[in-house]
């Protein structure tokens, strides 16, 4: 389905296992992002970040640009082509580490749980999951998990994936994670069944 492309806007609901992050923390996370942000111009891969802990969606034209936002300025030299961030192994390594960042005693949203990729084999638009913290190391426990309400948000449009912050992640073909679903794991170049079909996701 590469060619359509995503627009920004609607509600997502996003269910946070973990800690709510106060809004005095989403500001300094978004404030931390640095100049240069403009919302990705038509006809162009959109690079979006939604804030698990408050469901907010900004949207770049830059895939740079977006991990410097999810990680909260952690990480500003990503490759500015997404499908060449996701074959370099030392931005994998750095982005599958869970490591948040504390401002003035606070945490803020900052590690990547996960990056989706509109097409397979890490291709299109991307929509990357920031979170205050990534996940625990037990695999048995859910740490965070998202439904997916509109195609806005990328309901039914998920092609790959790429998990961060010590998370796997399982889709599932329904919201409420429900209907078929891929097993946890912390990549997938290609999504069999559930290609254009993702509608929520767990990570633990
Ligand atoms: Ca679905
Ligand atoms: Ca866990």
């Known amino acids: 389905m590469r060619g359509r492309r995503i627009a920004a806007g609607a509600v997502l609901v996003v269910l946070g296992i973990g800690s709510a992050v106060s809004p005095a923390a989403a500001d300094q ?4 992002a640095g100049p240069g942000q403009r ?62 960042v504390k401002r003035d005693g606070v945490t803020a949203a900052a590690t990547t749980i996960g990056t989706m ?10 929509l990357t999951y920031s979170a205050p913290s990534g ?8 740490d965070w998990q998202v439904e997916l309400i509109t195609p806005e948000h990328w309901n039914d449009e998920i092609g790959s994936f ?5 998370c796997w992640l399982s889709l599932f073909e329904h919201r409420g994670w429900g209907g078929a679903s891929t097993p946890f794991t912390w990549l997938d170049d290609y999504l069999g069944v559930l290609d254009d079909e993702a509608s929520s996701i767990r990570w633990t």
């Open 39 to 100: 919302p990705a111009a038509a006809g162009t891969d959109r690079h979006c970040v939604v804030d698990v802990s408050t469901a907010k969606m900004t949207c770049y034209t830059s895939f740079r640009t977006a991990i410097a936002v999810a990680t909260a300025g952690r990480i500003t030299d990503a490759p500015q082509d997404a499908r060449a961030a996701a074959a370099d192994p030392t931005l994998r390594r750095r982005l599958a580490a869970a490591t948040p």
């Open 135 to 142: 996940c625990t190391g037990p695999t048995s426990d859910l």
């Open 162 to 166: 790429l998990a961060g912050g010590n």
């Open 117 to 126: 990729y509109e097409d397979r084999d890490y291709d299109g638009g991307t």
């Open 29 to 32: 996370r978004s404030a931390a």
